[in-house]
């Protein structure tokens, strides 16, 4: 991948439909005051609703900041990501969904501050405010502490306040290496994959830094808010398999991934009959 050596930092916007709420989403990025350069690339994945007008409103008025991404049909999500981040050139890129939005003008300028100076992280998150569609709050963090995680540590699900809307990360192609793996579009949770592959194929680590600096949106139109429990579940059991498959680890995470399949899904498998694929899944972790 080649990157623009002035260029500091791609914001990478992937949008589907979100008429009411892109204009918020962009407005967040344009308020980023920062001592570098930055573009804004959004990937529309055919929208019908209106998102496609609005963003080219803003192309117009901002046309050597914005970058819009228009594929010929839709590609889905996981394509539309991929298609919108081989576009980006800078230094690092900056993620945010076309439903979520930021909240601190210093977001960017902090965040690249801190990845400048510690080599040894390869993303960099910080706390968000879970909000509703009428911007009511449904959680927050009130005392936000520094946190780390290792490849270890995803692994096993260790994630929290490392929410797409507030990741920063290394444009490397040791990251970008997940997107040549045929396996990557048959996840579901591609957010928790992509930490994953990062951290494993880099040998560094994700901070979060102890501040709340964006909104996440949860809305009936959210790919994965407006998912039922059971099917939820189903996925989230899917993409168990898949890393306990496609991952490397030994020891001690072996146990750990063993302990956490019994706990959390063995009964969902069992209560519906699956014996065989609950049985395959603990013969594979022995």
């Known amino acids: 991948m080649i990157t623009d050596q002035n260029l500091m930092v791609s914001v990478c916007c992937t949008t589907y439909n979100h008429k009411d709420f892109i204009s918020q989403t962009i407005e967040s990025f344009l308020m980023q ?35 819009i991404i228009y594929p010929e049909k839709n590609r889905g999500a996981h394509l539309n990501t991929i298609n919108t981040i081989k576009a980006c ?18 977001k960017l300028q902090k965040q690249v501050d801190f990845l400048e100076n510690n080599p040894e992280y390869v993303i960099c998150c910080h706390y968000t405010r879970v909000i ?13 502490v520094p946190l780390e995680y290792t490849y270890h540590d995803l692994l096993v699900g260790r994630q929290v306040e490392t929410k797409t809307a507030t990741v920063v990360y290394h444009n490397i192609p040791e990251v970008h290496e997940l997107f040549q793996k045929q396996w990557y579009t048959s996840c579901y949770a591609a957010d928790k994959f992509f930490k994953l592959f990062a951290t494993f194929n880099t040998g560094r680590k994700i901070y979060v830094m102890p501040e709340v600096m964006s ?19 189903e996925m989230v059991i899917s993409d168990f398999n898949l890393i306990i498959r496609r991952f490397h680890y030994r020891g001690m995470q072996k ?5 956490l399949y019994i706990k959390r899904y063995i009964l969902f ?18």
Request: hydrophobic share 30%; aromatic share 12%; proline share 4%.
């Open 132 to 144: 509703d569609i009428n911007n009511n709050t449904l959680n927050i963090e009130p005392n936000p």
């Open 269 to 286: 498998e069992l209560g519906r009959f699956r014996l065989r694929k609950a049985f395959e899944t603990v013969k594979y972790l022995l």
């Open 89 to 106: 050139e800078g230094k690092y890129i900056a993620l945010c969904d076309g439903d979520d939005f930021w909240t601190s003008p210093q």
């Open 215 to 233: 909104c996440y949106r949860n809305h009936v139109g959210g790919i994965w808010s407006m998912i039922k429990n059971e099917a939820r579940m």
């Open 33 to 67: 005051e920062t001592n570098f350069r930055y573009e804004i690339v959004v990937g529309d994945d055919c929208s019908t609703d209106g998102t496609t007008e609005i963003l080219r409103s803003y192309k117009e008025k901002y046309p050597d900041k914005i970058k």
């Open 255 to 259: 146990k750990m991934l063993l302990l």
